[in-house]
C-alpha cells in the first residue's frame, strides 16, 4: 500500500512542470518497487556540465590562461592530490619556459639591432672607403698637375730672367 507522501513524490517527480523554479532535474520513480530506497540526485543550478564557474575556481597561476590552470584536488583521494602536485609543477615549468621564451624573444630583438646597425655601419664603411679612394685620385691628379704648375712656373721665371737680362 502507498501512502499519501509517497504519492505526491512520485506526481512531483514525474510531473516536469510541477517545480520548475526550484532549478531540481525531475526524475520518474514509477518502476521502482516501494520497498527499495531511492536515491534522488538534483542540482539547484540549471549548469549542463559539472564543472563549476570559472569565478570559483581559485587561479593558483593567475598568468596562466583558464584552461591551463591546475584544477583544484580532491582532498580525499591521493591520487588527485598527486595529479594536483603534478599538474602545479608542470604550470610552474610552463611558466618558466614562456618567462625564457620572453626573454630570448628580447635578447632576439636586441641583437637583430645591433646586427642591423652593423650592417648600416659596414655599408657606411664601404661608402667612406669608396669616398676614400675617389679622394686619393683626385688628390694625387691635384698634386700631379702642381707639379706641373711648378715646372711650368719654373720654366717661365727662368724664361722671364733670361729676358730681363738680355735687354
Known sequence: MVDSNQTRLHTNLEDPEEGQGSGAHMISTARVPADKPVRIAFSLDNAADDTPPEDTIPLVFPELEQQLQPLPPCHDSVESMQVYKQHCQIAEEYREVKKEIALLEERKKELIAKLDQAEKEK????????????LTEE?????????????????????????????
Open 123 to 134: 655599408l657606411d664603411a664601404a661608402q667612406l672607403a669608396r669616398e676614400f679612394e675617389a
Open 139 to 167: 688628390n694625387r691628379t691635384l698634386k700631379l698637375a702642381q707639379s706641373q704648375c711648378v715646372e711650368q712656373l719654373e720654366k717661365l721665371r727662368i724664361q722671364y730672367q733670361k729676358r730681363q737680362g738680355s735687354s
